[in-house]
């Protein structure tokens, strides 16, 4: 069985539709039959676009670090929590240069190697833009009800959620749990939104044992 990832596709306004395009051309070109899906992070919201368009294509479904909800449901859990804004505060007041790796990454010891690795990337945020966000500017990852896609889909679920993520509360991991009867969550204790670089051992082994 094949394997297939959506993450971070290239730089375009509307890049979720050419994520899912790209993908369900290379599937075919590749003559790979069905595929297991991992969508992280905001790329999970491709995925679960991507079983909506094309189901065939698609035999397991791992949600890393994502949310099937809109942004403003993570207030809430973000408000009251104080470890968190103590982080944010201290993101702030680097102006720019932590570049969220106190948050992203909870053991603090870890935040370094990742700050390292975002650097040695560059600078480029490709369409990302809180701006955009707010005025409505920025193309939906998954225009249709994520919910009801994945009960329609019909296909195993892993929803794979670090305990501490900040950008992806995992309440709401277990919120779309709840409404996903063919689902599973598997939350990994002590880890941030990079759960896959704080504890990649566990983190994969969980992928394993799913796909079997």
Same mark, same amino acid.
């Given at each position: 069985?094949?394997?297939?990832?959506?993450?971070?596709?290239?730089?375009? %306004? %509307?890049?979720?539709? #050419?994520?899912?395009?790209?993908?369900?051309?290379?599937?075919?070109? &590749?003559?790979?039959?069905?595929?297991?899906?991992?969508?992280?992070? =905001?790329?999970?919201?491709? !995925?679960?676009?991507?079983?909506?368009?094309?189901?065939?294509?698609?035999?397991?479904?791992?949600? $890393?670090?994502?949310? $099937?909800? *809109?942004?403003?449901?993570?207030?809430?859990?973000?408000?009251?929590?104080?470890?968190? @804004? @103590?982080?944010?505060? *201290?993101?702030? /007041? !680097?102006?720019?240069?932590?570049?969220?790796?106190?948050?992203?990454?909870?053991?603090?010891?870890? $935040?370094? !190697?990742?700050?390292? &690795?975002?650097?040695?990337?560059?600078?480029? =945020?490709?369409? #990302? %833009?809180?701006?955009?966000?707010? +005025?409505? /500017?920025?193309?939906?990852?998954?225009?249709?009800?994520?919910? @009801?896609?994945?009960?329609?889909?019909?296909?195993?679920?892993?929803?794979?959620?670090?305990?501490?993520?900040?950008?992806?509360?995992? @309440? &709401? /991991?277990?919120?779309?749990?709840? *409404?996903?009867?063919?689902?599973? &969550? +598997?939350?990994?204790?002590? +880890? $941030?939104?990079?759960?896959?670089?704080?504890?990649?051992?566990? #983190?994969?082994?969980?992928?394993?044992?799913?796909?079997?």
């Amino acid at each position: 069985m094949a394997e297939a990832a959506a993450g971070f596709p290239p730089l375009t %306004s %509307s890049r979720s539709t #050419w994520s899912v395009r790209d993908t369900h051309r290379l599937i075919g070109k &590749l003559q790979l039959g069905r595929v297991d899906l991992l969508g992280f992070s =905001t790329g999970g919201r491709a !995925a679960m676009q991507f079983v909506h368009k094309h189901p065939a294509q698609v035999r397991r479904l791992v949600l $890393a670090s994502t949310s $099937a909800y *809109a942004s403003q449901d993570n207030d809430r859990f973000l408000a009251g929590w104080d470890e968190y @804004q @103590q982080r944010r505060r *201290a993101e702030e /007041a !680097a102006d720019g240069r932590l570049r969220n790796s106190t948050i992203f990454v909870w053991d603090l010891e870890r $935040a370094a !190697a990742y700050l390292e &690795l975002l650097e040695s990337l560059g600078n480029d =945020t490709g369409d #990302w %833009s809180v701006e955009r966000a707010i +005025t409505g /500017a920025m193309h939906p990852w998954c225009p249709g009800d994520p919910e @009801q896609i994945l009960r329609d889909c019909g296909k195993p679920v892993l929803i794979l959620h670090g305990e501490k993520d900040v950008g992806f509360p995992v @309440q &709401l /991991a277990r919120r779309l749990y709840a *409404a996903v009867p063919n689902s599973r &969550l +598997t939350v990994i204790p002590g +880890t $941030a939104h990079m759960c896959h670089f704080e504890d990649p051992t566990r #983190w994969s082994g969980h992928i394993r044992e799913f796909l079997r």
